[in-house]
């Protein structure tokens, strides 16, 4: 069996995957959405799941085109959303609602928290994981939770056929500390059940071989170790950037993530700033509620191409906005009530649309002026991932309101990046 690399990203509107060769080069991927739900605070994992089988029956074929079979996949590696969570039971079925990176209003648990906490940390507040995982808990009234499972811990747990795993990258929201490799004194004062807590392992790192009745389901070699993985915005940096001195990455999809690459560990709580470990360095960085999400809501993928091509980047938009869907904002300005602000709305789509772009590219510039000044690097090399990277005009407004030159990333999806993390 050729040692093949399997990379799963399990995303926002659905699933990616890649696979690669030993040398790296990507050989096929492919694609599947999540099954539609109806209510998005109420999310079934399970559609993760199915989702998850039909994107690698889709791969399965994309193989078999280039003359490769799914069972010469020597590793699989998982990432997911950061801060995706759900609780299962020991046989792996969710025993309550999923929820989402982006989800908010826990005011009661972030209450315990601050109770229990003794200074600024990144589990504090009420749009963070522990505050998540808290409300999680209370509605699990019968107590029928062993797992909690971040999103990608839920794809990879499924594979092994056992929970309790996760990566130092996934957990880093929640509260593990990578450097000391601990969860907080402090945990049990929130109420929170410790026994719910998985297992952390470095990203990337070997965990075990699949399951073989879960090979045999889906057409795996029984021989297919799988790894721990790593959170989304991480696996695509990993696929856009090296490993180098103050190469940067912003990923422009749903949302806007900020990576840099540091020597130093560099964290602010309070900003939603926040250092993950890869490896002996440190990618330095934050998650802003804005992004291409906001511009999905508003116009259709032709309207943005039409009324981009009437843009000029050159010029600065004199409209001042905050572009979010929802009231909530977490880097760089940490606050759960921020609220939208996207008016005056022009008559002139391209007018607006040039106002949405330049005010999401000064949040970007906003960001690496946080990290600058808390430590971090300066941006030497930056990189763009996502869908974002594909708009021409964006990219120029870029690159005018952060006075770099914006890269060309190449392969740039999470599935490609989390393959090559697993390779190394």
């Given at each position: 069996?050729?040692?093949?690399?399997?990379?799963?990203?399990?995303?926002?509107?659905?699933?990616?995957?890649?696979?690669?060769?030993?040398?790296?080069?990507?050989?096929?991927?492919?694609?599947?959405?999540?099954?539609?739900?109806?209510?998005?605070?109420?999310?079934?994992?399970?559609?993760?799941?199915?989702?998850?089988?039909?994107c690698?029956?889709?791969?399965?074929?994309?193989?078999?085109?280039?003359?490769?079979?799914?069972?010469?996949?020597?590793?699989?590696?998982?990432?997911?959303?950061?801060?995706?969570?759900v609780?299962?039971?020991?046989?792996?079925?969710?025993?309550?609602?999923a929820?989402?990176?982006?989800?908010?209003?826990?005011?009661?648990?972030?209450?315990?928290?601050?109770?229990?906490?003794?200074?600024?940390?990144?589990?504090?507040?009420?749009?963070?994981?522990?505050?998540?995982?808290?409300?999680l808990?209370?509605?699990?009234?019968?107590?029928?939770?062993?797992?909690?499972?971040?999103?990608?811990?839920?794809?990879?747990?499924?594979?092994?056929?056992?929970?309790?795993?996760?990566?130092?990258?996934n957990?880093?929201k929640?509260?593990?500390?990578?450097?000391?490799?601990?969860?907080?004194?402090?945990?049990?004062?929130?109420?929170?059940?410790?026994d719910?807590?998985?297992?952390?392992?470095?990203?990337?790192?070997?965990?075990?071989?699949?399951?073989?009745?879960?090979?045999?389901?889906?057409?795996?070699?029984p021989?297919?170790?799988?790894?721990?993985?790593?959170?989304?915005?991480?696996?695509?940096?990993?696929?856009?950037?090296?490993?180098?001195?103050?190469?940067?990455?912003?990923?422009?999809g749903?949302?806007?993530?900020?990576?840099?690459?540091s020597?130093?560990?560099?964290?602010?709580?309070?900003?939603?700033?926040?250092?993950?470990?890869?490896?002996?360095?440190?990618?330095?960085?934050?998650?802003?509620?804005?992004?291409?999400?906001?511009?999905?809501?508003?116009?259709?993928p032709?309207?943005?191409?039409?009324?981009?091509?009437?843009?000029?980047?050159?010029?600065?938009?004199?409209?001042?906005?905050?572009?979010?869907l929802?009231?909530?904002?977490?880097?760089?300005?940490n606050?759960?009530?921020?609220?939208?602000?996207?008016?005056?709305?022009?008559?002139?789509?391209?007018?607006?649309?040039?106002?949405?772009?330049?005010?999401?590219?000064?949040?970007e510039?906003?960001?690496?002026?946080?990290?600058?000044?808390?430590?971090?690097?300066?941006?030497?090399?930056?990189?763009?991932?996502?869908?974002?990277?594909?708009?021409?005009?964006?990219?120029?407004?870029?690159?005018?309101?952060?006075?770099?030159?914006?890269?060309?990333?190449g392969?740039?999806?999470?599935?490609?990046?989390?393959?090559?993390?697993?390779?190394?």
């Open positions: 069996m050729s040692d093949l690399r399997l990379g799963i990203d399990i995303g926002t509107s659905g699933i990616r995957s890649a696979v690669l060769a030993p040398d790296g080069a990507v050989l096929s991927s492919a694609r599947a959405a999540h099954l539609p739900q109806p209510d998005p605070d109420h999310i079934d994992a399970e559609a993760w799941w199915q989702a998850t089988c039909t690698l029956a889709a791969q399965a074929t994309a193989l078999a085109e280039i003359g490769l079979d799914l069972r010469e996949v020597g590793r699989i590696g998982v990432d997911g959303t950061s801060g995706t969570m609780l299962t039971d020991a046989a792996l079925r969710p025993v309550t609602r929820l989402m990176y982006n989800s908010t209003g826990f005011e009661a648990e972030a209450t315990r928290i601050a109770a229990a906490c003794p200074g600024p940390h990144i589990a504090k507040g009420s749009n963070s994981a522990l505050a998540r995982a808290l409300c808990q209370g509605e699990d009234t019968d107590q029928r939770a062993v797992h909690l499972l971040h999103q990608a811990d839920f794809i990879a747990a499924r594979l092994l056929g056992r929970g309790g795993i996760s990566d130092e990258n957990t880093l929640l509260g593990f500390d990578p450097e000391t490799g601990a969860w907080p004194e402090w945990f049990a004062e929130t109420g929170l059940r410790l719910l807590l998985p297992q952390v392992l470095p990203a990337g790192a070997r965990i075990d071989q699949i399951a073989p009745e879960m090979a045999a389901t889906l057409g795996l070699s021989n297919t170790v799988i790894h721990a993985g790593t959170t989304d915005s991480i696996a695509a940096f990993l696929a856009a950037a090296p490993l180098a001195p103050g190469a940067a990455v912003t990923s422009l749903t949302t806007l993530a900020l990576k840099i690459l020597p130093a560990r560099v964290d602010a709580p309070e900003l939603g700033l926040y250092s993950h470990k890869v490896g002996d360095v440190w990618l330095v960085g934050g998650a802003s509620n804005t992004g291409g999400g906001v511009l999905a809501s508003l116009f259709s032709e309207e943005l191409t039409a009324l981009s091509a009437r843009i000029d980047p050159t010029r600065p938009s004199d409209l001042d906005y905050y572009p979010l929802k009231p909530g904002e977490r880097f760089p300005v606050d759960p009530a921020l609220a939208p602000r996207m008016t005056p709305r022009p008559e002139d789509d391209a007018v607006f649309l040039h106002g949405l772009l330049d005010s999401i590219a000064r949040i510039a906003r960001g690496y002026a946080a990290i600058a000044a808390h430590g971090g690097p300066q941006p030497t090399q930056l990189y763009t991932a996502g869908g974002g990277a594909r708009n021409p005009v964006w990219t120029q407004i870029r690159a005018r309101c952060l006075g770099l030159e914006i890269r060309d990333a392969d740039c999806e999470a599935s490609v990046g989390i393959a090559r993390l697993i390779g190394t």
